[in-house]
């Protein structure tokens, strides 16, 4: 037999052989692979049925939106190649899928088992404590949550009428809506008839008789649905309820968290506001600051000047109610905490009825209601330097400017003082402050500027000897309200007069009289003439002015007997406050008011003006800012007590409103505050401050200085 055999050629050498060796060793490799995958997978075989059960459920929820669209494209795809791998496993999971070491091409991007190493740490996240949820969400899992939101209501709903459905084959024969027609034979055919549904109900339909026409029977008693059916729609329709009962809770929470979101925009949106207006602010700030410097370099420009030719005059600075940018301060008042009161000033023994000082911790004066010598103060040591001896009545107003200072007096005077010189006047005063008498013609006695009384006194203009450098007098009665630049000074009076003053010859210039410019008045506002008076408490305008005050927040009152509440010019242009409630526009080079702005109901006490607003505060409880180019009120603010002073700046009004407290409004984010730590005890009704530092005057007889 071996010796018949041919030997086979090479090219029979190359050619497959197919034997049953073959075949059994194919089979033995599998067998193999098949034990080795049992062998290596027994810990966890299991836990395989739990895990599979689990993390189908929670992977649409866990798995993110790439590894769902990864995932749906592996499962819609064919899965020969995948059980090539696995050698004949007949169903896929998310276990088997994250366990298997394979490679996946998903259009032009790789995906690995690294896109599912969620499930390899499946043991960490199911021992992990999940966290309580809050709110609704309380009572909510997230499987339920997640079974809530599948669309199995509308599911059952369409099935549950699928199954109510009956089947008559007559339903609009008689319009001509059947596309098939149906034969007389087959509508008499079988008296009754069985039809089972999807899900094994038994319907029963009544078949019809020959020759007798029976009465139509209603659908729901042609089909019987059986008990376990209704069991089943029973249980759906209590399932599905509380399945909405969730989405209505997660639907409630959505909304609530909605509702938080726009809270929380709200707020950041007012804190992006409150940046903006504070960037407006520091605008508004850096453009007084560049105002102040251009200032500075012409005084010092000036200043300069003077020094190399000693026949220019001395530079006049701007006044400081017209000054802006900051003012030179020491470096220890930073270190002050800010809306502080840090110092207060006692002696006065009634009510502050006026106050003014030169710079921040310069040289203060200040007058009260019953005090005929107004006080000199130190406000770097806080201590009081000397008096100004030679009014006659309680000081109504002053004005400082560096060493110059202007009272008004109910005496009918103002006099013009140099505050360098009330020192030496001050040590002479207090060795010899008595009364002498002059060897005069009528023998009168009158007070001479350094407190020491003299004969006739009213011809004399200046005191060559005291503090004292003029003594203007004109007015009939007490002078309320003043104002001075450079040489020109305007004063206002209780008798209802405005006097211009040249401070150089002391000499009265120009007399305007309010009550010839009410009987001539052209309201601003109105655009119309009226001589009448504004208010019901002006009918005795022509004899003494007294009106009751609103009560101060300590309930206490008293009678306003100031008719010029205010003046202030700018120029030529005065402007004035009386008291029938009008803001007066005048033109000092022929002493006619040129508009009135009536606007307020109550006495105009106190004003304060620059190129484009007016400030007016009244005893009516309110402050309004006019615009000068329109003639009309720009804005108001309103107080809960009358306005007795303010002081306003592009940024800020300042008011003393009847209160222990000092009102602050804040001119472009529109909000109020106050000063009150370490405040007064009783009512504001005097203020001043540049830049930084603020000084008060209360009801209670104390001066207090204010950090900004």
């Given at each position: 037999m071996a010796s018949g055999s041919k030997p086979k050629s090479a090219g029979d050498r190359n050619e497959p052989v197919h034997t049953d060796d073959g075949h059994n060793s194919s089979s033995a490799s599998r067998s193999n692979l098949?034990?080795?995958?049992?062998?290596?997978?027994?810990?966890?075989?299991?836990?395989?049925?739990?895990?599979?059960?689990?993390?189908?459920?929670?992977?649409?929820?866990?798995?993110?939106?790439?590894?769902?669209?990864?995932?749906?494209t592996v499962t819609s795809r064919s899965r020969g190649g995948i059980n090539g791998v696995l050698n004949g496993s007949a169903r896929?999971?998310?276990?088997?899928?994250?366990?298997?070491?394979?490679?996946?091409?998903?259009?032009?991007?790789?995906?690995?088992?690294?896109?599912?190493?969620?499930?390899?740490?499946?043991?960490?996240?199911?021992?992990?404590?999940?966290?309580?949820?809050?709110?609704?969400?309380?009572?909510?899992?997230?499987?339920?949550?997640?079974?809530?939101?599948?669309?199995?209501?509308?599911?059952?709903?369409?099935?549950?009428?699928?199954?109510?459905?009956?089947?008559?084959?007559?339903?609009?024969s008689r319009q001509g809506l059947l596309t098939r027609g149906t034969s007389d034979e087959e509508e008499q055919g079988e008296e009754r008839r069985s039809v089972t549904s999807?899900?094994?109900?038994?319907?029963?339909?009544p078949g019809k008789k020959k020759g007798k026409r029976k009465p139509r029977e209603s659908l729901s008693t042609t089909k019987l649905l059986g008990k376990e059916e209704l069991s089943r729609q029973a249980q759906e329709i209590i399932r599905d309820r509380e399945n909405l009962h969730v989405r209505r809770s997660l639907i409630a929470s959505e909304i609530a968290e909605v509702e938080s979101k726009i809270v929380a925009l709200s707020e950041i949106r007012h804190r992006l506001e409150q940046d903006l207006l504070k960037t407006h602010e520091d605008e508004l700030e850096l453009d007084d600051e560049l105002e102040g410097v251009r200032e500075r370099l012409e005084f010092e420009e000036i200043s300069s000047k003077q020094q190399k030719a000693t026949s220019v005059r001395?530079?006049?600075?701007?006044?400081?109610?017209?000054?802006?940018?900051?003012?030179?301060?020491?470096?220890?008042?930073?270190?002050?905490?800010?809306?502080?009161?840090?110092?207060?000033l006692e002696g006065h023994i009634s009510p502050i009825t006026a106050l003014d000082f030169s710079e921040p911790y310069g040289v203060l004066v200040s007058s009260s209601q019953d005090d005929t010598q107004p006080r000199v103060w130190d406000l770097m040591t806080g201590s009081e330097i000397s008096r100004l001896r030679g009014h006659r009545g309680a000081v109504k107003c002053i004005q400082v400017e560096d060493n110059l200072c202007l009272t008004g007096s109910d005496d009918g005077?103002?006099?013009?003082?140099?505050?360098?010189?009330?020192?030496?006047?001050?040590?002479?005063?207090?060795?010899?402050?008595?009364?002498?008498?002059?060897?005069?013609?009528?023998?009168e006695l009158v007070e001479k500027p350094n407190g020491i009384w003299c004969g006739n006194s009213s011809q004399a203009g200046t005191d060559s000897d005291g503090p004292c450098l003029r003594r203007l007098e004109g007015h009939s009665k007490a002078v309320t309200a003043l104002y001075f630049e450079d040489d020109c000074l305007v004063t206002g009076a209780s008798d209802k007069t405005l006097r211009q003053w040249d401070l150089t010859t002391g000499q009265c210039v120009l007399t305007m009289d309010i009550l010839w410019a009410i009987s001539h008045s052209s309201i601003g506002a109105a655009g119309a003439s009226s001589s009448a008076p504004l208010f019901p408490g002006l009918a005795a305008a022509g004899a003494n002015f007294a009106v009751p005050t609103p009560p101060y927040a300590d309930g206490s009152w008293e009678m306003y007997q100031d008719f010029v509440g205010a003046v202030q010019f700018w120029g030529y242009g005065l402007v004035s406050g009386s008291g029938d409630g009008a803001v007066r526009m005048w033109?000092?080079?022929?002493?006619?008011?040129?508009?009135?702005?009536?606007?307020?109901?109550?006495?105009?006490?106190?004003l304060q003006f620059d190129e484009i607003h007016i400030a007016s505060g009244s005893l009516d409880k309110s402050i309004r800012i006019w615009d000068v180019r329109m003639g009309s009120t720009f804005e108001t603010i309103k107080y809960d007590h009358g306005v007795t002073c303010l002081q306003f700046d592009s940024r800020k009004v300042i008011?003393?409103?009847?209160?222990?407290?000092?009102?602050?409004?804040?001119?472009?984010?529109?909000?109020?505050?106050?000063?009150?730590?370490?405040?007064?005890?009783?009512p504001v009704q005097r203020l001043r401050y540049m830049d930084r530092y603020l000084v008060s005057g209360g009801r209670d007889a104390t001066v207090k200085v204010w950090t900004l």
């Open positions: 098949a034990s080795m995958s049992k062998t290596l997978l027994a810990p966890f075989a299991h836990k395989k049925a739990d895990s599979t059960r689990i993390l189908s459920d929670l992977a649409p929820v866990i798995m993110t939106p790439r590894m769902m669209h990864a995932a749906a896929m999971d998310f276990a088997s899928l994250g366990r298997a070491p394979m490679r996946l091409t998903l259009g032009s991007r790789r995906v690995t088992s690294r896109d599912l190493q969620i499930v390899e740490a499946k043991e960490e996240l199911l021992s992990a404590e999940v966290p309580e949820p809050e709110g609704i969400a309380s009572d909510v899992s997230l499987l339920r949550g997640f079974n809530a939101t599948i669309p199995s209501s509308d599911r059952n709903r369409t099935r549950r009428r699928q199954v109510r459905n009956v089947d008559t084959r007559n339903v609009g999807e899900d094994g109900a038994l319907v029963v339909g001395t530079p006049q600075v701007a006044p400081s109610r017209r000054r802006k940018g900051p003012v030179f301060l020491p470096s220890e008042h930073d270190e002050l905490p800010p809306a502080v009161a840090f110092m207060t005077s103002a006099r013009l003082w140099n505050l360098g010189a009330v020192e030496d006047d001050w040590e002479r005063a207090s060795l010899s402050d008595v009364a002498e008498e002059d060897g005069d013609q009528d023998g033109d000092m080079r022929t002493g006619q008011a040129h508009r009135t702005l009536a606007g307020h109901t109550g006495p105009v006490t106190c008011a003393a409103t009847g209160e222990n407290s000092i009102k602050i409004y804040n001119r472009t984010t529109m909000q109020h505050s106050a000063l009150t730590t370490n405040g007064h005890t009783r």
